[in-house]
């Protein structure tokens, strides 16, 4: 009945609002919303403190400086007000963590603590023309979820180098194979797991094969080609990287698309129109084009 309300209130345009799902569950679901309370200044309505939603007033409202809705998250900006309040919760949190023995207790706690002490970074994106802007845009939200990929699952040695490795592991797994359509199969894995590194040696103008041979004579698992600046080097120190978990998601999904086609009878293509023959040069009555 109450999101009944709201919904009417909010397509008649009376009242800028929007509900939110609560996170969590069950006792875990009361822990969150206390933190909410505490970051916003806020007050939880439940029975077990004496108060209803039907005795609340606006003395029980929060505030922030920003807050952020999509379809799958939901970012609250403090405005620092709530500071000291925020601080203390923390150290709650962190001697409550001290005593956690199951180890999904300990994560849920650590990830309490992260969503309260983290903060917000405000990144301003400028260009002297929009396409400009759209194409910077589109970078900085690349750059974005690659971090937070970074984050969930860890970082790996980037520019190809990680998959090249790879793939010198596969002739081990290709002697444990039964069968001959098999092992072809991991011939071909091996292939496409060395590809990328020898197309970034290719586009910075030098022999693909060349650099995959160096960069396999090379034990150290972070040494590899940097096609910026055509050097061989650590590229861990020299920050090329790539996300554990966008290097994981390409394997999958091309082991997946692969697997599609060889189950495929027919696949759809378009077929390309010829171009149109150039105009023949316009000649005078000499026969001579001018």
Known sequence: EALATLVVNRLRGSLKIAAIK????????????????????????????GLTLDKAGPEVLGHAAKLVLTKDSTTIVGDGSTQEAVNKRVTQIKNLLEVAEQDYEKEKLN??????????????????????????????????????????????????????RLSAKVDAIKETLENEEQKLGADIVKRALSYPLDLIAKNAGVNGAVVIEKVLSNDNPRFGYNA????????????????????????EHSASVARTFLTSDAVVTEIPEPEP??????????????
């Open 111 to 164: 990830e309490r603590i992260a969503k309260l002490s983290g903060g917000v970074a405000v990144i301003q994106v400028g260009a002297q023309t929009e396409t400009e802007l759209k194409e910077k845009k589109l970078r900085v939200e690349d750059a974005l979820n690659a971090t937070k990929a970074a984050v969930e699952e860890g970082i790996v040695v980037g520019g190809g180098c990680t998959l090249l």
């Open 228 to 251: 910026a600046t055509g050097k061989y080097e650590d590229l861990m120190a020299a920050g090329i990287i790539d996300p554990t978990k966008v290097v994981r998601c390409c394997l």
């Open 277 to 290: 023959a150039a105009p023949a040069n316009p000649m005078d009555n000499s026969g001579y084009p001018y």
């Open 22 to 49: 609560a996170p969590g569950f069950g006792e875990r679901r009361r822990e969150y919303l206390d933190d909410i309370a505490i970051l916003t200044g806020g007050t939880v309505i439940r029975d077990e403190v």
